[in-house]
């Protein structure tokens, strides 16, 4: 249930009816201008919440999502970073899985840039399912990484692993979550509480429920500033990486009033599979893409069998923005 409230109102109210609904076995919790009411709310009387004097609005909700759920925000949740608007424009996100080197990550921001893109991305810490190959630069990814960003005029994203990391990521602009750790929840709780736009990833094997409550993790600890990226999930086909689950993309942004994109590179596996792919997330709605690109595709030195090369991203985007006035 969600009490939302005056903005100015005293603190002492607050705790005055928190004190009484905990006997009454109702939990509360603040967010901004909403008090979150969980537990047996059941027993609660609407209109005499309604009725207290600094009341603003109060809404039951059947989702186990209140926060997520569009239920209670029927309006898109916009995330501007850079001139990207997540939510409201559609944003190509692009660059290599991990950042390797000064050049390779600078090629990579002037040819996302040139190709239209609004966001640089590149993996710093990389989750590999192998201990042996190549793990990322760390720190020093995450260093070039923004370097090339600010250069290039391209805010950035790239992956945390772990909640000791944050120190790291100053400059970085946007905090991406990925699949392996969706289900993370104290990294979730931590990032929760930077006031920085979080990039969750949806887990492997994740419903749409549960990748809403990892979403539900980041918003109840009061960041607002969520982006959804379906990725592709494990189904029995093994011709692709993961099977891209298009129809994820109607039924999240029914449910959920936060930004909706699509990662087809994790899905696809393998480069000639990313163009359909995104074409196809982007007609189904989706509000952006995160490709990968790299410079020379052939020497990436993780996931390079699903690398664009710069000219195959450009023409990528051309192929977008000529999709994108054609759909409703
Ligand atoms: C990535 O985007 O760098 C990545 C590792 O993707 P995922 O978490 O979706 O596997
Ligand atoms: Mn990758």
Same mark, same amino acid.
């Given at each position: 249930m969600l009490l939302r409230i005056q903005a100015d109102t005293d603190p002492a109210l607050l705790t005055a009816l928190a004190a009484h609904l905990a006997e009454k076995h109702v939990r509360t919790e603040r967010i901004g201008d909403v008090l979150l009411l969980s537990g047996d709310?059941?027993? =609660?009387?609407a209109a005499l919440l309604q009725a207290l !004097?600094?009341?603003a609005d109060v809404q039951r909700t059947e989702s186990p999502c209140p926060l997520a759920s +569009?239920?209670?925000?029927g309006e898109n949740t916009v995330i501007s970073v850079g001139n990207a608007a997540f939510g409201r424009d559609f944003v190509l996100i692009a660059g290599p899985c991990a950042v390797e080197s000064e050049e390779q990550i600078r090629a990579a921001a002037r040819a996302v840039k040139q190709a239209g893109g609004q966001v640089l991305r590149g993996g710093a810490f990389k989750p590999r399912t %192998? !201990?042996?190959?190549f793990q990322g630069l760390g720190a020093e990814g995450i260093r070039l990484l923004v370097r090339a960003g600010h250069e290039a005029g391209l805010p950035v994203v790239t992956e945390i692993t *772990? !909640? %000791?990391? =944050?120190?790291?990521? *100053?400059?970085? *602009?946007i905090l991406q979550v990925g699949a392996r750790n969706m289900q993370n929840y104290e990294l979730l709780r931590c990032l929760g509480k930077t006031d920085r736009p979080i990039l969750l990833k949806r887990g492997l094997s994740a419903t749409l429920t549960e990748f809403l409550l990892s979403a539900e993790y980041l918003l109840k600890e009061g960041n607002s500033r969520v982006i959804l990226c379906e990725r592709g999930i494990r189904t029995f086909?093994?011709?692709? +990486?993961?099977? =891209? *689950?298009?129809a994820a993309i109607p039924l999240l942004k029914k449910a959920t009033h936060l930004p909706v994109i699509v990662d087809p590179s994790h899905a696809a596996g393998q480069a000639f599979l990313v163009p359909p792919l995104a074409l196809a997330a982007a007609a189904a709605g989706a509000g952006g893409l995160m490709v990968e690109m790299h410079p020379q595709p052939r020497s990436a030195r993780s996931d390079a069998r699903q690398a664009l090369s710069a000219e195959d991203l450009a023409l990528l985007s051309r192929q977008i923005r000529a999709l994108l006035p054609a759909l409703p």
């Open positions: 709310t059941w027993a =609660l009387d !004097p600094f009341a +569009r239920e209670q925000h %192998s !201990p042996y190959v *772990d !909640p %000791s990391q =944050l120190p790291l990521f *100053d400059g970085v *602009d086909e093994t011709e692709t +990486r993961a099977t =891209l *689950d298009v």
